[in-house]
């Protein structure tokens, strides 16, 4: 049947955490932003605590095919969407496993998900970070040149990984880890790329360097390179055999089917907090959206303002449509791209819009709209960017491989 | 609790209509624009679906189904899928008699319903557009005045379907005290004259006319008491659904034919260029589907659902005309002749966004 009502749980959820963003981070948002690189560690630590008694699933839910059919993905998507309503670099900083985590879930074994997750239910705050990009390649994470080579009881890496997420958190701020993903025969395109976890503090990884970024800039982004640095056999993601087939780097890649609807979330909270705060100045300005009046009579404001509301909620619809069919446990690569194609390039424009229609106040600091519009951007790009996901809807609506389009 | 999932009543319904739509309806598209005709016979299998009767009371000799938006809009988009003219012809009944249902007296339905529940399809229409720059829904210039137990109606209204042989057609005009009533005016009544059959830039299929009401007295019993807006915006609905089915047509030609067209030795939909308006068309045919199935849903619950559908409609007139366009763009020039449909759905994509009241779930 169709319908779009929330659980009565999932709306309880949503109204909390709205209340918490609203509290908690909004206060903060301002100062973050300036204060690049420094950390609101009261805040880490009460969302730590908070996390501990209802865990979110940040890195988005499970797969339903086990469980049967569930709410978690819809339900993190809600949630995900008030944290970033709230401060979208914020929620991206808070302590949490991150897409690491997301990457041991989906491909790590019975022992793996112990030892690098269950840190996650006790002691102090921690962060798990995802590093794929590299100086000379982004989209194109088959041209990866990081290596990871046998030595005994150990892989040895050696690459530099750059646009790490709390990558700095998780590896030295912390006792967290990152999944690193490096090629184990070079010759193999592809099918040569593994998943490596890396613990916190091993040697031979060091930050080199934290970008400076044009929004979320309350979440770090660094770069990590890798000199000799040792791990445990033990530490690689699945099966280290090199396959004549592509299959083990399709398996990493599905972990993008569960978080790209999650980074669409986060995308439609920084496009409703700005929608929310256009809406609110134009009442007080006593401006009225006529709904249902004819062409002729409506202003250029109401128009803006209607297609960014539409635009906005066709997102959201994708999106939950997407986590929706993850709980049911339905393949949903093309809809998860397709929500994150529309959700990144509508907040973008939704926030930029936002600043026009409200001129010099919009374009000034000393209210949020103008960081808002910045920290949109990063939806349009980072998990794929919208070009990389019309690729991926394009060869699934007309039966390509990648060969075949690229 | 969250579902994107049709019941499966709906989706039965949704798949037969599905096959008419491909089978019957779409292979007599063509011929039926360039004549400005369609087939009775098409008519008559479309009536035997019985989606215009299935809503009819059972004290009225219907199935006494409940009208529900959401379906209604599942099969609008199906049918327009087909054909948009085809599919505004065979739901024009449902003009008259959704709101005779939802809002008429007891009086009024047993006077109207029954002889709709035959075997034949029967014309009616409703009368809601007017011909002038400036149509406003919320300031009908056709008005209603109480005079000696009837009320007298004068106007003009423009784009009402069927109105030559409609056996009704339910004429929206202003009250006195400016709320807006259905009034219903009968075949052959005094008053009320068709001017002339138009010629529009899409539709050409369907029969649409321009009628003119000249203190046409109509019987205070012949009123429906609705409430307009909210029929109006089940009239959104439906009209926003048909424009993610014309859409879907569109888009689904120029993909098939971008994967058959061969240029600089490759098929042009494996060049990125064309591959990404794909991509994006397929995208905003799904998102504005949910817009649509969202209102429907709330018209459904009951609520007032002027905002959702107004969104709907609004999102959908846009995205059928340049998701059209692009269709027309991936075949280049063969796009631009008539052999191709896509020229075609492009003309009737191009009438969302003027369409007001000529569907309704």
């Known amino acids: ?406 | 609790m969250v579902s994107f999932q049709p019941s499966e009543e709906q989706q039965l319904i949704r798949d037969t209509v599905a096959s008419f739509a491909a089978e019957q309806i779409r292979p007599a598209a063509h011929e039926a624009d360039e004549d400005g005709a369609i087939p009775g016979t098409l008519i008559q299998q479309g009536w035997e679906l019985g989606l215009v009767q299935s809503t009819i009371p059972e004290a009225h000799g219907g199935a006494g189904e409940a009208i529900s938006a959401v379906t209604g809009v599942l099969v609008a988009e199906e049918l327009a899928w087909g054909d948009l003219s085809i599919a505004l012809h065979l739901l024009a009944p449902r003009l008259l008699l959704y709101p005779v249902i939802l809002a008429g007296t007891p009086e009024v339905q047993q006077r109207i319903l029954p002889a709709f529940g035959g075997n034949e399809f029967r014309a009616a229409t409703a009368a809601v557009m007017e011909p002038r720059f400036g149509f406003d829904l919320a300031e009908l210039a056709t008005t209603a005045q109480r005079k000696n137990g009837t009320f007298m109606l004068n106007g003009s209204k423009c784009l009402v379907p069927l109105a030559g042989g409609a056996e009704h057609i339910l004429t929206f005009a202003r009250n006195e005290d400016g709320t807006v009533s259905g009034f219903i005016v009968d075949k052959g009544a005094a008053g009320i004259t068709r001017i002339e059959r138009e010629k529009n830039m899409g539709l050409k299929a369907l029969e649409t006319d321009e009628v003119d009401l000249n203190q046409c007295a109509v019987p205070a019993a012949n009123r429906i008491a609705c409430d307009f807006p909210a029929l109006m915006n089940r009239s959104r609905v439906a009209l926003a659904a048909m424009a993610v089915g014309v859409a879907r047509a569109a888009f689904e030609y120029a993909r098939d034919y971008a994967k058959e067209r061969k240029a600089f030795g490759v098929a042009i939909a494996q060049k990125q260029a064309i591959a990404f308006m794909l991509a994006e068309m397929a995208t905003e045919i799904d998102a504005t589907r949910l817009l649509t199935w969202e209102a429907a849903w709330k018209i459904d619950r009951g609520d007032d659902a002027t905002r959702e559908a107004v969104l709907a409609k609004h999102y959908a007139d846009n995205m059928a005309m340049k998701v059209t366009d692009n269709a027309v763009q991936v075949l280049g020039g063969h796009g631009y002749i008539r052999e191709h449909p896509v020229e075609l759905w492009t003309r009737n994509a191009r009438g969302f966004a003027t369409f007001e009241g000529l569907a309704i779930v």
Request: glycine share 10%; aromatic share 8%; proline share 4%.
């Open chain 1, 1 to 406: 049947m169709i319908d779009f009502e929330l659980s009565p749980e999932i709306a309880r959820n949503r109204d909390m955490i709205h209340m918490l963003a609203e509290s908690q981070m909004r206060p903060l948002s301002r100062e973050y932003d300036e204060r690049e690189h420094e950390k609101p560690m009261e805040f880490f630590e009460m969302m730590w605590n908070a996390s501990k008694m209802s865990p979110v699933e940040f890195g988005g839910g499970r797969s339903a095919k086990k469980d049967g059919p569930s709410t978690r993905s819809l339900g993190s998507a809600v949630t995900i969407e008030e944290l970033s309503w709230g401060d979208a670099g914020l929620y991206l900083s808070i302590p949490n496993p991150g897409l690491g985590g997301a990457a041991v879930m989906a491909a790590g074994t019975p022992e793996q998900k112990e030892r690098f997750l269950a840190r996650f239910k006790n002691g102090a705050p921690k962060w798990g970070a995802m590093a794929i990009t590299e100086p000379g390649c982004g989209s194109d994470s088959a041209a990866i040149t990081t290596t990871a080579v046998r030595d005994g009881d150990h892989w040895v890496l050696n690459g530099t990984k750059i646009f790490v997420t709390s990558g700095w958190m998780a590896v030295e701020k912390s006792e967290g880890f990152v999944v690193v993903w490096a090629t184990v025969d070079k010759s193999a395109g592809r099918a040569g790329i593994k998943a490596f976890a890396v613990d916190h503090h091993t040697p031979g990884m060091t930050v080199a360097g934290l970008e400076k970024k044009m929004g979320i800039r309350a979440s770090d982004t660094a770069t990590i390179v890798f000199e000799d640095c040792r791990i445990p056999l033990g530490n690689i993601l699945g099966s280290p055999e090199v396959k004549k087939t592509t299959e083990g780097f399709k398996g990493v890649m599905a972990t993008f089917d569960n978080t790209r609807p999650i980074v669409a979330a986060s995308a439609l909270g920084i496009g409703r907090a700005a929608l929310d705060y256009t809406r609110e100045t134009l009442e007080k300005a006593g401006v009225k959206i006529r709904y249902g009046a004819p062409a002729h009579k409506l202003t250029t404001l109401e128009r803006d303002f209607m297609d960014m509301e539409a635009n906005l909620q066709a997102a959201r619809l994708l999106t939950w449509r997407a986590c929706w069919m993850m709980d049911q446990g339905l393949h949903n690569n093309l809809e998860a791209s397709m929500c994150k194609a529309k959700a990144g390039l509508a907040v973008t424009q939704v926030t930029q819009k936002a600043v026009e229609l409200l001129g010099p106040l919009g374009y000034s600091r000393k209210i949020l709209l103008e960081k808002w519009m910045r920290d949109a951007k990063i939806n349009d790009i980072f998990e794929g960017t919208q070009q990389i996901n019309l690729l991926i809807i394009a060869r699934r609506i007309l039966g390509y491989s990648s060969k075949e389009l690229s």
